[in-house]
């Protein structure tokens, strides 16, 4: 993967490790594989100003299958109705408090 640069990142995690992904259109581009720049730089082409932080979020995502394997696995653990390890809205609010957690 091409170096990132500090600031120009979008950060998540990763089994319990932060990891950070390109968060630039030339950052996500030399990050892709070569066979989905194509579609990386029609889709952004074609896409409205409100869309492009959600469409460059998911396509930084692409930059990392091993974290779109992780993601699909919690999406199917969860359709088998294992919510183990996951937090409600009610155990948040109870440690953050009301109000804390944009739930007005």
């Known amino acids: ?10 950060n998540t995690f990763l089994d319990g490790s932060p990891v950070e992904l390109p968060a630039t259109i030339n950052g996500v581009r030399a990050a892709l594989p070569p066979d989905l720049r194509i579609t990386f730089d029609a889709e952004l082409g074609d896409a409205a100003a409100e869309d492009l932080f959600v469409l ?13 394997a992780a993601k699909e696995a919690v ?25 804390e957690v944009g739930t007005e």
């Open 56 to 68: 460059m979020a998911e396509w930084a995502q692409k930059t990392r299958p091993d974290l779109l």
């Open 1 to 10: 993967m091409a170096e990132i640069r500090s600031g120009r990142t979008f």
């Open 75 to 99: 999406f199917k653990r969860l359709e088998r109705g294992d919510h183990s390890g996951l937090i409600s809205a009610e155990e948040v609010i109870d440690f953050f408090g009301p109000g």
